[in-house]
């Protein structure tokens, strides 16, 4: 089962960064995203949508390619693969796979002008060890489909201070053995 989660940040920046962040864990196995879609909303108020695939490209090089392959076999390969190209630009441009974005563009007006707004459709995920690596990034749960539990452990994530490195104790000039241990005989 798929779930939602939109979480809302100060700017596009952090909003990348933590995307970035999903991306590798998603390497790892422990997150599989179906979706990831950044929503800016500039100082204007429009909104801007940085898809985790552009459509549009991808439909531009298909085309191109089977526009080639159809145009060749009527001795005009290069017409055909403008054409191809074309239709095959205007096709992607109309896709639109994972989370519907007028829903994005809907959910985005929420959020202030210079912030951003992470969308993710979550597949699957191994909960603890992703909400550790996601300990203290900070932003704003504005949507979630998760439960309630789930929900309160994100957003208890996302607040909480990075935890700090452990403390590495460095030997002293002392020549006593540290409490508890054997002396050292030479």
């Not at 596009?12 to 999903?22: D, P």
């Not at 695939?53 to 009527?74: D, E, P």
């Not at 992607?92 to 992470?118: C, K, M, T």
């Amino acid at each position: 089962m798929n779930n939602l989660l939109v979480i809302a940040f100060p700017s596009e920046q952090k909003a990348e960064e933590v995307r970035q962040k999903l991306f590798e864990l998603q390497k790892e196995y422990l997150i599989e995203l179906g979706d990831a879609v950044i929503a800016v909303k500039h100082e204007d108020g429009k909104i801007k949508l940085n898809q985790m695939i552009n459509t549009t490209a991808a439909g531009a090089v298909s085309g191109t390619f089977w526009g080639l392959l159809i145009g060749t076999l009527f001795a005009l390969p290069l017409v055909g693969a403008a054409l191809g190209a074309a239709s095959g630009a205007l096709g992607g441009s109309l896709a639109d796979f994972g989370i519907n974005d007028d829903f994005i563009r809907e959910v985005a007006e929420a959020v202030p002008p210079g912030g951003a707004a992470l969308f993710l459709l979550v597949k699957k995920i191994t909960t603890d060890k992703v909400l550790a690596d996601l300990q203290g990034v900070g932003g704003t749960v504005l949507r979630t489909s998760f439960d309630k539990t789930q929900e309160d452990a994100i957003k208890a994530a996302l607040a909480a201070k990075p935890a700090a490195p452990a403390a590495i104790e460095t030997p002293t000039d002392n020549k006593e053995p540290p409490t508890g241990a054997a002396p050292v005989t030479a």
